[in-house]
C-alpha cells in the first residue's frame, strides 16, 4: 500500500490528467464489450460465456484486413462487421437451440465454442502471439494536457466508444426496433403474438453484442498482442462490469466500466498489489449493498 | 475326454500378460531392454499462450534427432521421440512425464517445460529414476539447491541468476557512464518475475551501488492491459526501467508503452527482448532497447551459429528461439555422451554427462559443459546489446565474462544457503 503516492498523484494536476486518461482507456474498451453482454442477457436471458471469443475475433479480422489494405478504417469496419455476422450465425445455428435448456447446458454450449473459437483461430492465424502494429497516423507524440500525458490514438478510442454509448442508448429508447427489442425481453410471447419475429430479433441482438464486441478487440487491436485465448481474461473483468452495473442494464455497463478502469489507474497509484483485489472488493461492497447491481432492476 | 478350450483368452495366458504388464509398470527398463530404437519422451506445452516456444522446442529437437539418425543412432540406435501436450500445467507434465515412462517406453525424458512444470517432471525422474534432461526451466534453484540434486537430472538451460549478474554488470556500466540513478521495474506477478528482478537488482546495486529503485511495478502473468502500468512508471519519472516481460506480455507493453513515448524518457532494459518471438512482431520496435541475448542467430558471432540458425529458418520457415538452442543442446549432450559410453544405459550416460564439454555452436567459446557438481550447463554465450529495429536486431553483444560469473555465482549460493 503506497497512500503518500495516491495522495501525490490526487494533488497533482499532471497525474491526474493521466491517470484520469488511463482509467477512461480501460473503462471504455471493457463497456464495449460488457454492454454486448448485458444486452444479450437483458433481451435473451443467457449469460454468453463465449463472448470474449467476439473480442478475440475482432482483433484477429481486424489485423488481417489492415494486412491487406493498409487502412485502419476498414480494419475497425472488418472487426465490427465480421464479429456480427458470425454473432448472427453463431445466435442462429447453435444458441437458438439451447433457449428452452438448463442453464448448465447453455453455459457447457457457450463454453465448448470458447475453445472452439480458440482453436479456429490457432487453425487460421497460428499460436503464436500476434501484433497489429499502430497505424502510421497515430505515431505521433503525446499531447500533453496540464502536465498530464495523453495519447492521440487513445482520444479516438474514448471517443468512439463514446459514440456507440451514445447510439446504443438513443436507439433503444427512442427507436422504433428499440422498443421492439425492449418489448422482447420483457414479454416475447406476446411481442411474437403481435406478429414480430422475435427469432429475428434474437439474432439481431447477439449480432449486436457480438459487434461491440469485436470493435472492442479492433480498437485494442494495435496496442494489444493477439493470442488464441485472449478474449478470457477481458470476459472475466466484463462480467466483473455487468454485475456492478446489473445484469441488463446498458447504463449500468458504462458507469461499471468507468469505475473499474479508475479503480484500476489510481488503484496501482495507492494499492500496487492489490489492485486486481480492489475490483473484486468494490463488486463485494456493491452486491453486498446493492444485490441487483447499481442499475439493476429487482425481479417482478 | 478330450477338453475343449472356451474361445478368448487362457487363464494361463491372462495371468502371464498380467505379470509382464506388472513388471513393465514396476520395472520398465526390463520391458525395453532389447527395443531397437530408443524411445525419449518429451513433455512440453504444445497448446495455450506459450505454445510458440513449446513447439520451437519440438522443432529443435527433431531437428537434430534427424541428424544423429542419419548417422547411425545413438550407440547404433535409432532415435523415437515421442512428444506430449502438457499445456503448460505442472499436474499435467508429471502425468505425461510418468506416461510416458510407464505406458510408452520411453528410456530417457527430455523435459521441455517452464519452470513450475520442470519440478514436477523432476519428481519424476526422482521416482523412477530414468534419465532427464530440463532443457527450458531458468530457475535457479532447479539445480543449485542441493535439496533438488538427483544423479540422473540435469539441467541444459540458461540460468537466472547467470543473466542477472551478467545483465546486472551490464546495466551498472552504462548507469554510470549515463548517470542513471533513479530505476524503475515492471515485472510479472509470478516467480520468475519476482525472482529474476530482485536478482538483477541485487547485482545492478553491487556494481552501481548509488542506484536507487523508485517504483516497482507487478502486472499478473498474460494482463491484456498495461496501461495503469505505463502511466504509473511515468510519473514516477525514473531514468531507467528493468523489465522481465516475456513473449506476448512484453510486445503488448511495447505497443502500450509507445503511444506514451516512453522510451524516449528512460533507458530501457528488458532481458527478455532480443528473442525472435518477440523481436520479429513487434511492428514499430523502439531503438536502443538494452536485452539480454535470448536466442539470436549473430551471437556468439561465429559461422556455426549463424549456420545452425539458418538451417532452422529453413526448415521451419521461422527463427528459433531461446528455448530452441536449449533444446538443441541437449540433443548434442545425450549423442556425444552415448558416443562416449558406446552406450544407451541411463545410468551410463548420466555419469559421462557429469562435466563433459562438448563443441557446440551456442558456446561462449565454442563449446559448453554441463558442470559436475551441480548438473547445469555453463559456458554457453551470454551478453547485452541494444537493439535496433531491424535485422541483425541486436548489432552488438557485450559478451559476460564468465570468470566473474562463477565468482559470484558461488557467493549467491553460500548467501542462500546451498553450498
Known amino acids: 500500500m503506497d497512500l503518500d503516492a495516491l495522495a501525490g498523484c490526487l494533488s497533482s494536476s499532471a497525474c491526474l490528467v493521466t491517470q484520469t486518461t488511463s482509467g477512461l482507456i480501460i473503462g471504455m474498451l471493457l463497456f464495449l464489450v460488457a454492454v454486448g453482454l448485458t444486452l444479450i442477457f437483458g433481451v435473451l436471458k443467457i449469460v454468453n460465456f463465449s463472448h470474449g471469443a467476439f ?10 484486413a489492415y494486412q491487406f489494405t493498409g487502412s485502419f478504417a476498414l480494419a475497425m469496419l472488418a472487426g465490427a462487421a465480421g464479429t456480427g455476422i458470425l454473432g448472427l450465425v453463431f445466435e442462429r445455428v ?21 475453445l472452439i473459437f480458440d482453436d479456429v483461430v490457432r487453425l487460421i492465424w497460428g499460436p503464436e502471439f500476434k501484433s497489429m502494429g499502430m497505424p502510421a497516423a497515430f505515431q505521433v507524440m503525446p499531447l500533453f494536457v496540464a502536465g498530464g500525458v495523453v495519447p492521440p490514438y487513445y482520444l479516438l478510442l474514448i471517443g468512439v466508444a463514446l459514440v456507440a454509448a451514445i447510439v446504443l442508448g438513443i436507439g433503444l429508447s427512442r427507436s422504433r426496433i428499440g422498443k421492439v427489442i425492449r418489448a422482447a425481453a420483457h414479454n416475447p410471447g406476446m411481442v411474437s403474438a403481435l406478429g414480430i419475429n422475435t427469432g429475428l430479433i434474437y439474432g439481431g441482438v447477439f449480432a449486436l453484442g457480438g459487434m461491440l464486441a469485436g470493435l472492442a478487440g479492433a480498437l485494442a487491436a494495435p496496442v494489444r498482442s493477439l493470442t488464441p485465448g485472449m478474449g478470457f481474461s477481458v470476459l472475466i473483468e466484463s462480467f466483473i462490469v455487468t454485475v456492478i452495473g ?41 452486491l453486498v449493498s446493492k444485490p441487483t447491481g447499481l442499475f439493476g432492476k429487482e425481479a417482478a | 475326454m478330450t477338453r475343449t ?29 532389447q527395443a531397437k530404437t530408443i524411445k525419449i519422451g518429451m513433455p512440453t506445452i504444445l497448446s495455450g499462450r506459450v505454445a510458440q516456444l513449446g513447439t520451437s522446442s519440438r522443432n529443435a529437437v527433431m531437428l537434430e534427432v534427424d541428424k544423429v539418425n542419419a548417422a547411425g543412432g545413438l550407440a547404433g540406435r535409432p532415435i523415437e521421440m515421442v512428444i506430449r501436450d502438457s499445456k503448460g500445467q505442472p499436474q499435467e507434465a508429471a502425468r505425461v512425464a510418468r506416461e510416458l515412462v510407464n505406458t510408452d517406453g520411453c528410456e530417457w525424458l527430455i523435459d521441455g517445460e517452464a519452470s513450475s512444470g520442470s519440478f514436477a517432471v523432476h519428481e519424476v525422474a526422482r521416482d523412477l529414476g530414468v534419465l532427464c534432461v530440463h532443457t527450458c526451466s531458468e530457475a535457479s534453484s532447479l539445480t543449485a539447491d542441493p535439496k533438488q540434486h538427483i544423479p540422473n537430472a540435469f539441467r541444459c538451460v540458461r540460468q537466472g541468476i547467470h543473466d542477472s549478474i551478467v545483465g546486472g554488470s551490464y546495466a551498472a556500466a552504462i548507469s554510470k557512464a549515463k548517470g542513471l540513478k533513479k530505476w524503475a521495474t515492471c515485472s510479472p506477478d509470478y516467480a520468475y518475475g519476482r525472482d529474476t528482478t530482485g536478482e538483477f537488482t541485487l547485482y545492478l546495486k553491487r556494481f552501481a551501488p548509488d542506484v536507487e529503485v523508485i517504483s516497482e511495478s507487478w502486472p499478473k502473468l498474460f494482463q491484456p492491459d498495461y496501461t495503469e502500468v505505463v502511466t504509473k512508471i511515468l510519473q514516477a519519472k525514473p531514468q531507467a526501467l528493468y523489465s522481465c516481460l516475456w513473449g506476448g506480455d512484453l510486445t503488448s507493453y511495447i505497443d502500450q508503452a509507445n503511444i ?22 513487434v511492428k514499430n520496435l523502439p531503438k536502443g532497447i538494452h536485452s539480454g541475448n535470448r536466442y539470436i542467430k549473430t551471437f556468439p558471432t561465429t559461422p556455426e551459429n549463424a549456420a545452425w540458425g539458418n538451417a532452422y529458418k529453413a526448415k521451419y520457415n521461422e527463427y528459433p528461439t531461446n528455448w530452441s538452442w536449449q533444446n538443441a543442446t541437449a540433443v548434442m549432450f545425450l549423442s556425444e555422451a552415448a558416443k562416449k559410453a558406446n552406450s544407451t544405459d541411463g545410468k551410463k550416460i548420466a555419469e559421462v554427462l557429469a562435466g563433459l564439454t562438448i563443441k557446440c555452436p551456442f558456446g561462449a567459446d565454442g563449446t559448453v559443459t554441463m558442470r559436475a557438481d551441480d548438473h547445469t550447463l555453463v559456458g554457453y554465450a551470454i551478453g547485452w546489446g541494444t537493439t535496433i529495429p531491424q535485422e541483425p536486431y541486436v548489432p552488438e553483444v557485450k559478451a559476460g565474462d564468465w570468470k566473474t560469473i562463477f565468482e559470484l555465482e558461488a557467493e549467491w549460493k553460500k548467501s542462500k544457503g546451498y553450498t
Open chain 1, 55 to 64: 473480442y478475440m475475433f475482432g482483433a484477429y479480422f481486424a489485423m488481417t
Open chain 1, 94 to 114: 447453435f444458441m437458438s437451440r439451447v433457449y428452452g435448456a438448463d442453464v448448465l447446458m447453455q453455459l457447457l454450449v457457450c463454453y465448448a465454442f470458447v
Open chain 1, 246 to 286: 446489473g445484469m441488463g442494464s446498458i447504463l449500468g455497463a458504462l458507469i461499471g466500466a468507468l469505475l473499474l478502469g479508475l479503480i484500476r489507474s489510481f488503484g496501482s497509484q495507492g494499492f500496487p498489489l492489490f489492485t486486481e483485489g480492489l475490483m473484486y472488493l468494490f463488486m463485494v461492497i456493491v
Open chain 2, 5 to 33: 478350450r472356451t474361445p478368448g483368452i487362457s487363464r494361463r495366458s491372462t495371468l502371464a500378460l498380467m505379470g509382464a504388464g506388472a513388471m513393465s509398470v514396476a520395472a520398465p527398463w526390463v520391458a525395453r531392454a
Open chain 2, 260 to 281: 506514451y513515448a516512453m522510451f524516449g524518457q528512460m533507458e530501457v532494459f528488458a532481458v527478455n527482448m532480443a528473442d525472435y518471438t518477440a523481436l520479429t512482431v
